[in-house]
């Protein structure tokens, strides 16, 4: 499978938006993180270049994984339970205070960008099992 890269405004220019993954490379706007409400099932949601509603959800508190940490060159990779989408919270936190990009690997559905990979700086975050497609650029 491969990836195509876009800026925010290129997403949302395409016609047909809820099929394939996308990766978005853009600067956060502002956020909204909630660990209690959903049943349980942590959220973040945050906003990429003033007009990409992203939203990336951990596992429910009731079926949190043991903690376990995914190897990825050049990265250090959470993979999302609740305590990790509050470390997420906190780094792209950081991002919209220092007004840098983040990429986001997701899946585009009914207006929002369903967040199933986040990179800040050296720090990944991991949501729904995501895997790694490969990206126009890389080859196998």
Not at 36 to 60: H, M, Q, W
Not at 88 to 103: C, E, G, H, P, Y
């Amino acid at each position: 499978m491969t990836m195509k890269t876009l800026t925010v405004e290129q997403l949302l220019e395409l016609e047909d938006k809820e099929n394939g993954s996308f990766r978005i490379d853009g600067t956060p706007t502002g956020m909204y993180a909630d660990r209690v409400s959903y049943g349980n099932r942590p959220t973040l949601v945050f906003i990429l270049d003033d007009e990409l509603p992203c939203k990336a959800t951990s596992y429910p508190y009731s079926s949190a994984p043991s903690q376990k940490e995914a190897r990825i060159p050049g990265q250090r990779c959470f993979l999302a339970d609740n305590e990790d989408l509050a470390i997420a919270a906190a780094f792209l936190d950081q991002a919209i205070r220092n007004k840098s990009k983040v990429t986001v690997h997701g899946k585009y559905v009914s207006d929002v960008l369903l967040v199933e990979h986040l990179k800040i700086e050296n720090f990944g975050f991991s949501f729904s099992d995501y895997k790694f497609p490969l990206t126009e650029n890389e080859t196998s």
